[in-house]
């Protein structure tokens, strides 16, 4: 059976129309496990296989906009670990605030389904990383791994984030509500986002518990799980959590990935220029072009090196 789920999930998806993808969703998770529709704008599938199970939120048009062959991220955990996955999908960003939604996910617990599973990981990023946060609550005991989450958009709670004006008026006050209080039942919950994105941060400020580890990762931008996805570490973070062997120490020796991904290195060199450190840029420009091919850190560096030769500050030392 399992080589039978692998060949199926190797279905490149990408080209199709809304109605045609969601089609083939459905087909793909009911010859696998299950399909779900919850109303207009939420679908769920469920493919099942091993004895860990990936719970993920994503959009569709995250999907579309990550994947080649637009397929969900826990796909590529199916094929390569062997695991099952439930996934939630929305059209759009809706942080899975529906009635369906908490209808769905009392009825797994009902059913014991959670159960099933000697290990249980929620994942999603920004506003599915708040849903992965908020019903995690539904199998106690489960890994949280969350990129960049809302805590809520309670005007009560978080009035200073005006991003999402509309969607504050969704009810983040009934059930399912407030995400880190839904987390106290997790073994553990990893929150990853950039200090430097304010909003971000008082977000994930707002999940400081005892089982939960904030992993702030400075300079990656307000795309986080993007910059993870190009460094190739986002499907290992996710493998070890699931493996039970996530830890910081062990999240930040994937994470030196970062020293080869262009994005990073820009934010970096950015943020230097912000606070005015041409000493510190020459380094990073000198490092970056001495490993990679930077034709943009290359020019960089040859007009520091003029204007240090005109007197404007000091180059460091060559080794």
Aim: hydrophobic share 40%; net charge neutral; aromatic share 10%.
């Amino acid at each position: 059976m399992q080589q039978d789920t692998m060949d199926t999930l190797d279905e490149d998806l990408s080209g199709l129309k809304p109605v045609q993808w969601q089609a083939r969703m459905a087909a793909l998770a009911e010859e696998n496990g299950m399909y779900q529709p919850l109303g207009n704008r939420h679908f769920a599938t469920f493919i099942d296989q091993g004895n860990t199970l990936l719970v993920s939120f994503e959009t569709i048009q995250g999907i579309h906009n990550l994947s080649d062959v637009a397929q969900p991220l826990g796909f590529d955990l199916v094929k390569n670990l062997g695991w099952s996955h439930l996934c939630l999908v929305s059209n759009g960003d809706t942080w899975f605030r529906n009635e369906r939604i908490f209808g769905f996910f009392d009825q797994l617990i009902d059913d014991g389904f959670f159960e099933e599973f000697d290990k249980v990981v929620f994942y999603g990023a920004g506003p599915c990383g708040y849903a992965a946060a908020a019903f995690s609550v539904a199998a106690p005991g489960a890994t949280v791994v969350a990129i960049q989450p809302q805590a809520t958009l309670d005007p009560a709670i978080a009035g200073w984030d005006e991003r999402f004006s509309e969607e504050r008026r969704l009810d983040f006050t009934s059930r399912y509500g407030y995400a880190p209080d839904m987390m106290d039942a997790a073994q553990e919950g990893f929150v990853l986002y950039d200090p430097h994105q304010h909003l971000d941060a008082m977000h994930a400020a707002l999940f400081a518990r005892k089982n939960v580890t904030r992993l702030a990762l400075p300079n990656l931008g307000g795309t986080v799980q993007t910059r993870l996805i190009e460094m190739e570490i986002l499907y290992n973070t996710i493998a070890l959590a699931g493996a039970g062997k996530l830890t910081k120490r062990r999240f930040f020796q994937l994470y030196r990935a970062r020293r080869n991904n262009a994005a990073y290195l820009r934010n970096v060199m950015a943020r230097l220029d912000q606070d005015d450190r041409p000493y510190l840029v020459t380094l990073l420009c000198r490092n970056v072009a001495q490993r990679m091919r930077a034709p943009r850190f290359r020019r960089r560096l040859q007009n520091l090196e003029k204007r240090a030769e005109a007197g404007e500050f000091r180059l460091p030392p060559s080794r």
